[in-house]
């Protein structure tokens, strides 16, 4: 399985954290258990560590493409799943915090 491209959680403060990852991480948190993954498992699963899953549910690392293609294969749910809901989010914030990556 191929590594998915983050930023490291150190670098990032508080006050980096996107609205859209912290919606990200929360809806990844809650399909992670609705499925009955573990940090653990679902780790195991994604060649992550438990630690960066624990991270990515806490909005502290940035959510790439990468990582929400796998994560709609590990817990079984369509793309829509993650992007329906911060749509709204990314037209009104734009794409410029991308630029800095």
């Known amino acids: 399985m191929r590594k998915t491209v983050r930023r490291d959680a150190a670098s990032i403060s508080s006050n980096?954290?996107?609205p859209v990852d912290t919606i990200l991480g929360k809806l990844m948190r809650e399909r992670r258990e609705y499925v009955g993954f573990s940090r653990k498992g679902l780790a195991k699963k994604l060649g992550l560590t438990k630690r960066?899953?624990?991270q990515y549910?806490?909005?502290k690392i940035y959510f790439g493409m990468d990582?929400?293609?796998l994560l709609r294969?590990?817990?079984k749910v369509r793309?829509?799943?993650f992007v329906d809901p911060i749509s709204p989010?990314?037209?009104k914030i734009g794409v410029a915090r991308h630029?800095?990556?």
């Open 79 to 81: 793309v829509g799943f």
């Open 99 to 101: 630029a800095k990556h």
């Open 73 to 75: 294969l590990a817990l």
């Open 52 to 54: 960066e899953i624990k």
């Open 67 to 69: 990582i929400i293609a």
């Open 57 to 59: 549910e806490a909005g």
């Open 16 to 18: 980096d954290r996107s």
């Open 89 to 91: 989010i990314v037209r």
